[in-house]
């Protein structure tokens, strides 16, 4: 598993900087968001749910089920949507209301 931030995409807001726990990303001269060694990702996503320009994926591998897959997500007001890419070029998308995901 591990991330990959799209420096043509990357707003250079910081906020996938702020929110890892691991301090894994950094920004470069640019204000652009990169991480320089994605092997010690720990995999929380918190990066993605962040992003608000949908600039990092998620690379689900097979070990997971996701058989080279990537995950990303956009936000809609309350709806954080969890969006894979499937290799065959399919897509599913997850729509999570975030106000009532800690309900259970």
């Given at each position: 598993m591990s991330i990959r931030i799209d420096r043509d995409k990357c707003i250079g807001c910081g906020r996938c900087?702020?929110?890892?726990p691991g301090t894994l990303i950094h920004t470069?001269?640019?204000g652009k968001a990169y991480m320089k060694y994605p092997k010690d990702c720990w995999?929380?996503?918190s990066c993605l749910k962040e992003c608000p320009a949908a600039a990092i994926r998620f690379y689900l591998g097979a070990d997971i089920?996701?058989?080279?897959?990537?995950?990303?997500t956009e936000k809609q007001?309350?709806?954080l949507r969890w969006?894979?890419?499937h290799p065959d070029g399919s897509v599913t998308v997850i729509p999570v209301n975030q106000k009532e995901s800690?309900?259970?």
């Open positions: 900087g702020i929110v890892c470069d001269a640019d995999g929380c996503t089920g996701g058989r080279g897959s990537a995950l990303h007001g309350d709806i969006i894979i890419e800690n309900q259970y």
